[in-house]
RNA sequence: GCGCCUGUAGCUCAACCGGAUAGAGCACCGGCCUUCUAAGCCGGGGGUUAGAGGUUCGAGUCCUCUCAGGCGCGCCA
């Protein structure tokens, strides 16, 4: 409907040009926004305040010229020149009407758009480390970059939702060395266990599952092993620890613990994820990138462009040259590749996948490395304005007042299973995304529980739960409901509740596509919240089953169409839409 | 110290590429259930948008500075 209004505001401007009322000029962008006040009515364009100064007039006077020559319309009922110079359109009802009909028409498939042109797009989302189970602050990455996916996805983006398995580098040998020092500790009590190693309990699990499948096949002498537990340094004496488990195992059997470790833990990954209705397309693995020689290869080609050079024994990537603050090791002096190695063929993967656009969406602590990664594939001649990272602020969990501290290593965490097991699938996804990701969450488990019955989420499903519960009631009550009649006759809407809730309705298509081009979940929720105001108001001030025929069928026509909004956003969001509460 | 982000009602947050009188929820006060679910609705009080300048027809929104908070500044990930 916007767009209906620009190409007549486009139009008169146009007429005002050839007939040199008003000098050719650049015209900007023809915004029209939705008014906030219904006495301003439908639409508002600042169109002539915008463009007084260059027609050379007053923005009124020029408003009057433009509502002169704006040509006759289907959906305009009169327009309006308000405050300094805005152009109010008032729209004619049936123009209202007739979005319940469109709605209807396209159920489900309302509120769609094709402005992403099915453009190959990547999502890259959690991404934990498969050191330990999801805590609460992945979750929030979780729920916001599935709504961002499912977004993308209504506006015709083909999206891939991925997440990046960090299966190499020093936390998974950490992991390793935990798992293999708790089985260790299964025939031996006297074995110590550091206190920067990985203290869940999950990893005795593991240790366990460990034993009963290969029994005493990773038992070594341990003679060699207590000396290392002197080591005052912490990081030098896991480091140690971890030399020491692969000498001693050797590749083969480290790989085995090493696995099982990993395997066990991110399986309990995929499951949360699940539950928590989240679902990846491809699981890809950092070390997939090692072993089939990406890595190596884009250190080549970058050395080959002399983005490389060598200092301290160590491999240095360019980087101060395209943006960042310094330079940036790829290959330590011990010869281990560095993450941001691996992150640079990860993104090379990702272009040379067919991925035109790539989304990243990391925690706000990472913020510092986007700098860095963007310079990588400019030096790799990847277009680095196809990358996209978005930030997720962590959330911090609160049990009352008392601030929760939480560390994967220490194993003190409220795990994500256990969040949702406490406040509920819905509850807990609605609260991770009402705002907006970039800023922090305070999630106080006792508030989300406490007043689960006041948060929004059940505001919206309530409307839902009502609109079903009208129909149920309907036949009970010995009413119909005949929807081709209803449609061929919805002019007796005309109520300042019924034309709000329609207007309301109708900017549905809007607010999904602003939401999925701006990574703003949030959007969505507000809007739903608008919808479920709007229908509860008119809930309260009409009523549905009455014995006007034509009426009746009109007004749950509108209630029907109402319900299909809050079932399709809802379903965004992956919140469920209950029929009874 | 340098960089990025944030600062809106008592609390938690909105405000659609700069638009009209800055809006909700919670909390507080007052109304509405012989009528489709009161998990609801209606009304009321509550603000110098951290502060000071600037840009322009117009600023919570853009620019500069100050103050306050968060995060980042590894041959960790």
């Known amino acids: 409907m916007k767009k209906q209004i620009q190409e007549l505001i486009a139009n008169s401007l146009k007429t005002l040009e050839s007939e040199e009322i008003i000098p050719a000029i650049e015209q900007p962008k023809i915004t029209i926004e939705n008014s906030r006040d219904s006495a301003h009515g439908d639409f508002a364009s600042n169109i002539a305040m915008v463009l007084a100064k260059v027609a050379k007039t007053n923005p009124r006077g020029l408003a009057e010229k433009i509502i002169k020559y704006l040509p006759k319309s289907d959906i305009v009922e009169r327009t309006e020149i308000a405050g300094p110079g805005f152009i109010n359109f008032f729209l004619k009802q049936n123009t209202h009407q007739s979005i319940i009909i469109d709605i209807l028409e396209k159920g489900d498939q309302y509120g769609d758009s094709s402005i992403g042109n099915n453009i190959a797009t990547l999502v890259e989302f959690v991404s934990a480390n498969p050191t330990g189970p999801l805590h609460i602050g992945h979750g929030r990455g979780a729920a916001y970059g599935a709504v961002v996916a499912n977004l993308l996805k209504k506006v015709s983006y083909k999206v891939s939702c991925e997440y990046y398995v960090n299966d190499a580098g020093r936390q998974m040998d950490i992991l390793a060395v935990s798992v293999w020092l708790r089985y260790l500790q299964i025939n031996n009590k006297n074995i110590p266990f550091p206190d920067n190693a990985y203290q869940g309990d999950y990893i ?16 070594t002498t341990t003679e060699n092993l207590f000396p290392l537990f002197a ?29 099982e470790g990993l395997n066990v833990i991110l399986a309990t990954i995929k499951n949360d994820l699940n539950n928590f209705g989240v679902e990846f397309d491809t699981w890809f693995s950092e070390r997939s990138l090692v072993d089939d020689n990406t890595v190596s290869k884009c250190i080549e080609k970058l050395t080959n462009n002399n983005w490389i050079y060598e200092k301290d024994g160590a491999q240095w990537f360019r980087s101060s040259k395209l943006g ?12 281990l590749a560095t993450y941001f190695a691996s992150d640079i063929a990860y993104h090379l993967s990702k272009v040379e996948r067919g991925f035109e656009k790539i989304i990243d ?17 400019q030096a790799m001649e990847l277009s680095p304005e196809k990358l996209e990272v978005l930030l997720v602020q962590f959330a911090t969990l609160y049990r009352g007042k008392e601030k929760l501290q939480m560390s994967t290593r220490s194993g003190q965490f409220i795990t994500l299973k ?5 406040v509920g699938k819905d509850a807990t996804r609605f609260f991770y995304i009402m705002r907006k990701s970039e800023q922090h969450l305070d999630f106080d488990m006792e508030l989300a529980k406490s007043q689960s019955n006041d948060n929004p989420v059940y505001y919206i499903q309530y409307a839902h739960a009502r609109i079903c519960s009208v129909f149920r009631q309907m036949p009970e009550k010995g009413f119909t409901y005949n929807q081709e009649e209803a449609l061929s006759d919805l002019s007796v809407l005309t109520e300042t509740h019924e034309i709000k809730l329609l207007s309301t309705l109708a900017r549905y298509p809007e607010v999904i596509e ?18 479920a105001n709007d229908f509860h108001t008119y809930y309260n001030a009409s009523q ?10 009109a007004r749950l026509a509108l209630v029907v169409a109402t319900k299909q909004v809050i079932k399709n956003g809802l379903s965004l969001l992956g919140v469920s839409s209950p029929e009874v509460m």
């Open 324 to 335: 960042d603050e310094k330079d940036r090791v790829l290959i330590r002096e011990n010869g």
């Open 514 to 531: 602003n939401a999925a081009l701006a990574y703003e979940p949030h959007q969505l929720v507000y809007y739903l919240k608008d919808v």
């Open 544 to 553: 549905f089953l009455i014995e006007d025929n034509v009426i009746r069928n």
């Open 361 to 377: 969406i990391w925690g706000a602590d990472h913020h510092g490395y986007i700098t860095r990664v963007k310079a990588s594939m």
């Open 418 to 422: 256990e969040l949702q097991d406490e």
């Open 231 to 259: 080591e005052e340094d912490p990081e030098l004496k896991i480091d140690g620890l971890i030399g020491y488990c692969k000498d001693e195992l050797g590749q083969e059997n480290y790989r085995i613990v090493f696995d």
């Open 204 to 219: 005795n699990d593991i240790a366990d599952s460990l034993q009963k499948t290969h029994a005493e096949k990773f038992i």
